[in-house]
């Protein structure tokens, strides 16, 4: 029955097909976010763009909250193309300082998506844009979307079509998208749709969805922090990837009130990862990455033929 057992698995191993070279750069993409500290970090982001055929600027920033004090950031810039309007291409790259002082690994919560905006900002070169696209991968938005905020202060949103923001992207089919960031994303929340169906791909839309660095943009979401005011709200979508099962708990735990049906205390699995020591490398699955980068770029190239310029 032993040997039986091991004949079947061992025929099972030899059908197996070996990972596509793409995955497995992908995954060692990500997995090269596995650092010390965000200074680390910020390296890794430079040196992949860089290996991308990009020229990376560093923008250097003074932040830090309450808690930490003031803090140097960084936020690492790459444009695309030229025009006078130009949508943004975002994920943060720092990750979360865990309770007993260590830092997560944070690849689910972000390395994933970064890696996944790379990949789109690579095939998004070879195209013939109308606007420029400018990526920006965010330092200390886990301190309070510090690098996003810091930025618009720097350069101001006057020419900012749209943004579209990966925050958790690091295994699943199923896309998911917030439709909280103000009526001005209507038509950037349609062209997400558009893409999803063009595609054939899972996709779910959240009426409450939690925040990113696209709070900074939408205006939404910022006046319990204070932050409200003149704020310009530019059309913005979060975009995120989860399993099928999970986006649509998540979607219950978000959405569905008191009767959401989902059993008492549940907490869905991403929210046991993320700022946790169990965001790690074993979840990442390179196939999502990959996904995300491909639907991350075919819905900038939408929304560049689609805004005016
Ligand atoms: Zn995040």
Known sequence: MLFRSLAAAAALLAVAAPAAAQDVDLRAQVAAFVQPSNEARTQVVVDQLRAAGFEPMVETFVGGNRQTG????RNVVVTIGDGPREILLTAHYDAVKL?????SQGVVDNAA?????IEAAKILKAKDLNHRVRIILFDQEELGLIGARKWIEAHGLANVAAVVNSDVAGYGDTMMYGLNNGAQSAGVTRAVREVCAERAMN???FPVYPPSDDRAFSGTGLAEAGQAGSIDRVPTVSVGFQDHVGAHQMWL?????ETNGLAEGFVPQVFQLIHSAEDTMERIDPATVKLAGETYAALVERLDAGLSH
Request: aromatic share 4%.
């Open 113 to 117: 998506s970064v890696v996944g905006v």
């Open 253 to 257: 735990a978000f959405n569905g009130g």
């Open 203 to 205: 996709c779910v839309g």
């Open 70 to 73: 003031e803090m140097e950031g």
């Open 99 to 103: 309770r007993d002082g260590t830092m």
